[in-house]
């Protein structure tokens, strides 16, 4: 699943102090959900990251998922900043978490992507909603 040479023991794309498989690898593998709706926003960020599409289809809201999804390979994600967060803890059913996401584009051409996102919780799992 991994790709861009990211493996369990590689820092974790998400830009928390733990390994890719202690941090967003528990997630994307199933052993554990997210928790909060930034752990989701960073795990999806990770998923990009390492291309895992699975995941990323997996936690997007029922009512707003694609059928499929194409990730574009010219496309290298290198940093995660989150700006703000509102709500979506345990003891929220939805929450905000704006973000911006940097890449590289065919390996030179820097870019980054700003978005508030909507999360909600969906059969008792954060889920992806859209972006305000």
Request: glycine share 10%; proline share 6%.
């Amino acid at each position: 699943m991994p790709g861009n040479s990211i493996g369990p023991a590689s820092p974790c794309p998400c830009g928390l102090d733990a390994s890719y498989g202690d941090c967003c690898g528990a997630y994307h593998s199933g052993r554990k959900q997210a928790p909060t709706a930034e752990r989701l926003m960073r795990s999806r960020y990770s998923a990009f990251a390492v291309g895992d599409t699975a995941y990323l289809l997996r936690t997007w809201h029922s009512g707003t998922r694609p059928p499929s999804l194409e990730l574009d390979a010219r496309v290298r994600w290198t940093g995660l900043e989150i700006l703000a967060t509102s709500d979506g803890t345990a003891f929220h059913q939805e929450g905000t978490v704006e973000f911006r996401a940097h890449s590289l584009v065919r390996g030179r051409h820097p870019d980054s992507q700003h978005e508030l996102s909507r999360f909600v919780r969906e059969n008792g799992s954060w889920v992806y909603l859209d972006a305000v």
